[in-house]
């Protein structure tokens, strides 16, 4: 499985960006999507989740109702809309594939399935 995530840029604090995350080769079966990032000089952290019908969403307090990650299974792609960004939120955000548990996902990254390469959201202030 590869994923491409794309979107990422420069924004003015206030302002909002929607990132995308397309999986591509042995996506058939039922599988969780979710986005971290990493900002410079930190550990990766969780940011979202999905699950495989996208009716159950989780998210980090440090982005609740601010951000909305959704999922189009006819396209393979899950999306992160970030509204009111703040620097803070200054990272490279990263999509993963998950095939068992979405709480796993969240709670244990590193045993992810896939990870994407990434995207840099920078917001300025």
């Known amino acids: 499985v590869q994923l491409q995530a794309s979107g990422g840029g420069l924004v003015q604090a206030g302002g909002s960006l929607k990132l995308s995350c397309a999986a591509s080769g042995r996506t058939a079966g039922t599988y969780h999507m979710g986005w971290f990032r990493q900002a410079p000089g930190k550990e990766r952290e969780f940011v979202a989740a999905?699950?495989?019908?996208?009716?159950?969403?989780y998210y980090a307090d440090s982005v609740k109702g601010r951000s909305t990650i959704s999922r189009d299974n006819a396209k393979n792609t899950v999306y992160l809309q970030m509204n009111s960004l703040k620097p803070e939120d200054t990272a490279v955000y990263y999509c993963?594939?998950?095939?068992?548990?979405?709480?796993?996902?969240?709670?244990?990254?590193?045993?992810?399935?896939?990870w994407g390469k990434g995207t840099l959201v920078t917001v300025s202030s």
């Open positions: 999905i699950d495989w019908s996208g009716r159950s969403t």
């Open positions: 993963a594939y998950e095939r068992g548990s979405m709480l796993t996902m969240v709670r244990h990254p590193s045993g992810v399935d896939y």
